[in-house]
């Protein structure tokens, strides 16, 4: 396959902007641990301070999880005293609100400027042109009639800074941040899509997604082991390990001895090989969230040059070689 067709460029802008996503997402993770909070416990946070009193439902589709992902969270929140339910005038429902403490929780876990989280590093890095670049074109690819409402939580996320203390921040700096929050968002959102879209279509090959993304790295790294697989792929070494054996169940990866004591080497089998082959030449490219962006054309490898800086800045270099080792 060339690779300068269309088909390699939406292969590059999916897995630049996936790896780009997992580095943020982890580093800000890693930050938010820190204070006895979850990211996605501290997002639900979020969202309830931008929409006291919002459905489970709603706080769904703006998180991009399942209903019952929500629910479990929310049970969570419940048990750490952080939310509370509001009687509503019918008293036969119940609104969802911040505590006390829970608002005393999103102050103590804003984002100072000395964070070590890789959206920081991102700061001034890129034109504020090259910004709203990236910006229409993931709105483009994700938002439609049914869903501008996550453009409103966005901006209301920015608009009542629940994200960063901006008190050491220049006013520049202040909106500059503010665009990558937003630029953020609208990644994340387009990969959990795509991730869920995904998921779907590989129950027919009997693959889970976790799954899919280890044997493209294993097929770019060959001989990679098992540790080594859970520092790239963003993983626990007991999620990888897992990963590893049910590929190695499923006959899609072998495994050899290293040199070094009880050290497993794995590569890709010639059936895992071809798992992927099928799933480049006819599952990603029709993903609906992933069509549109066939029309950007030439504009696409533009894109991709940008999205490609932003990983080299957060020292995410090794998706280059994912990138080409897979397609």
């Not at 802008?13 to 800000?28: A, V």
């Not at 990211?39 to 301070?49: K, N, T």
Request: charged fraction near 25%; hydrophobic fraction near 40%.
């Amino acid at each position: 396959m060339k690779r300068n067709d269309i088909a390699f460029q939406l292969h590059s802008f999916y897995n630049l902007s996936r790896y780009l996503f997992l580095k943020i997402e982890y580093t800000y993770n890693s930050e938010v641990e820190k204070h006895n909070i979850t990211l996605p416990q501290l997002r639900v946070l979020w969202i309830l301070g931008c929409f006291p009193g919002i459905s489970q439902d709603r706080i769904a589709k703006i998180g991009c999880w399942t209903p019952p992902t929500v629910s479990d969270i929310i049970k969570i929140l419940f048990q750490k005293k952080l939310i509370y339910r509001e009687e509503t005038s019918n008293k036969k429902t119940h609104t969802l609100r911040l505590t006390p403490v829970g608002e005393e929780k999103v102050l103590e876990t804003k984002i100072k400027k000395d964070s070590n989280i890789a959206l920081l590093k991102l700061l001034n890095k890129f034109t504020y042109k090259e910004l709203e670049l990236l910006l229409n074109t993931f709105k483009f690819a994700i938002i439609t009639e049914d869903n501008k409402y996550i453009l409103e939580y966005i901006e209301r996320l920015n608009e009542l800074e629940l994200k960063f203390d901006f008190s050491d921040f220049s006013r520049d700096e202040k909106d500059y941040t503010k665009k990558l929050v937003f630029i953020y968002n609208l990644i994340r959102i387009f990969v959990l899509t795509i991730q869920a879209k995904h998921s779907n279509i590989l129950i027919d090959c009997n693959l889970t997604y976790p799954q899919l993304r280890a044997l493209n790295i294993i097929k770019a790294f060959p001989n990679i082991t098992s540790s080594e697989l859970s520092k790239i792929g963003f993983w626990s070494k007991s999620t990888a390990n897992l990963i590893v054996s049910n590929l190695y169940k499923k006959q899609l990866i072998c495994k050899q001895k290293g040199s070094v004591k009880n050290s497993i080497h794995i590569t890709i089998s010639d059936i895992g090989e071809a798992i992927l082959s099928y799933d480049i030449k006819n599952n990603l490219q029709n993903i609906d969230i992933i069509t549109p962006l066939k029309n950007l054309g030439n504009d696409l490898t533009y894109i991709n040059s940008l999205i490609s800086k932003m990983n080299h800045v957060v020292e995410n270099d090794l998706i280059n070689n994912i990138i080409l080792r897979t397609y």
